[in-house]
């Protein structure tokens, strides 16, 4: 078991990433707080029926009481934690409860919220059980909602009291969503790790059958990153934006698609192809470094298709949360591993670059066939 501090000006807490923990009778149970009123496990019917077994393995000397709600994308919005609220109230949640938010991203956003709001704070635990919340969003702190207007712009910085990281929680993922989370983890190599890049671009076919010996050491090595960085810029003041490397644009793909038709994921490899093209455009990144990381992204998986209508991408860019002052902040890459931050782009050049984007996705290579490997020894 690896054992992560994650500095937070509410208090550092603990990161456990560890094959099987979760699967250990009652071992979740006792790392929560002694002095627990009571432990509400906020998670979703599908992930309790995938995960649930282990859970309750785990937290069953905690005697949880379970909160299942939607975890799509859809669902993710103030309703949706007004119920949950509703809910811990009927349940006979006080300040002394401990919330355990077990699932994926949405249910880490949503629940994180839910709790940070409740009674104005009880205590929270994260079980991520997607790649895409154990290598990211459980990490740091971050909680919220979406609006119709964009995508979470309702929300706080809430600390965990603890995060279980169990790369075993991820077996149960369709391919899809495992290969969305993927996408991030091509993210935390662009923007801070050239060797991981290099594990990535040698060993992306065993990491998308989930080899569990290069799979460990990823999610363990992005885990480092995210901590890292939000221990040194916890509410995003300046090197924490560094993280929404392939964001921008994909937060846009999200709302103006309605959250239905691209994964957090699919939307950030998209996201990145738009921003290493803006980049190579603006000379900033050699076009030799943007060929492979567009490489990377689609060894992950074809991305979905982009809607065949014309969106109004600038119109959503607008809503992005990190603008300052209607300036919109570009994560853009200098090389691979270093990324700068800058709002030196024109909105032309984007523009120009969301037109062609479906083009951007390099076409994978062809299987050779074996009578031709022999024609060429």
């Avoid at 119709?148 to 279980?164: H, R, S």
């Avoid at 192809?273 to 567009?294: F, H, I, K, N, T």
């Avoid at 037109?355 to 074996?370: G, H, I, M, Y």
Wanted: aromatic share 6%; proline share 5%; with cysteine.
């Amino acid at each position: 078991m690896k054992r992560l501090v994650i500095h937070s000006s509410a208090g550092d807490y603990p990161l456990l990433c560890g094959r099987g923990l979760c699967g250990r009778r009652g071992w979740l149970a006792r790392q929560l707080p002694a002095d627990r009123s009571g432990v509400f496990l906020l998670s979703s019917p599908r992930v309790w029926r995938n995960c649930g077994k282990a859970l309750g393995l785990a937290l069953g000397p905690a005697r949880p009481q379970r909160i299942l709600f939607d975890d799509r994308e859809t669902a993710k919005n103030l309703a949706t934690v007004e119920r949950l609220a509703r809910a811990l109230v009927r349940a006979g949640a006080d300040r002394g409860a401990v919330v355990v938010a077990a699932g994926g991203g949405v249910v880490g956003d949503v629940a994180g919220f839910a709790a940070a709001s409740y009674m104005r704070g009880v205590r929270l635990v994260h079980v991520p059980t997607t790649l895409v919340a154990q290598v990211d969003s459980s990490i740091g702190g971050k909680t919220g909602v979406n609006l119709k207007e964009g995508k979470n712009l309702v929300g706080a910085f809430y600390p965990p009291q603890l995060v279980v990281v169990d790369p075993n929680l991820l077996a149960t993922l369709e391919d899809r969503q495992y290969r969305s989370g993927l996408y991030e983890v091509v993210k935390y190599a662009v923007i801070a790790d050239p060797l991981l890049f290099d594990v990535l671009e040698r060993t992306v076919g065993r990491l998308r059958s989930r080899d569990g010996s290069v799979l460990d050491w990823v999610v363990a090595r992005c885990a480092r990153i995210k901590g890292d960085i939000v221990g040194q810029d916890e509410r995003e003041g300046g090197l924490r934006q560094v993280l929404n490397f392939g964001h921008t644009i994909g937060h846009a793909l999200e709302a103006a698609t309605g959250y239905r038709s691209l994964l957090h994921g699919e939307a950030v490899g998209w996201g990145m192809l738009a921003a290493v093209e803006l980049a190579r455009r603006l000379g900033r990144l050699r076009p030799s470094e943007a060929d492979r990381v567009a490489a990377l992204v689609v060894a992950v998986g074809r991305l979905p298709r982009l809607p065949e209508r014309r969106i109004a991408i600038v119109r959503w860019l607008g809503a992005d949360k990190k603008a300052r002052a209607g300036r919109l902040r570009w994560v853009l890459p200098r090389r691979i591993g270093e990324v700068e931050i800058t709002e030196d782009v024109p909105e032309s050049l984007v523009r120009e670059v969301f037109d062609v984007l479906p083009q951007l996705e390099p076409k994978p290579p062809k299987a050779t066939s074996r009578s031709a490997l022999r024609e060429r020894r």
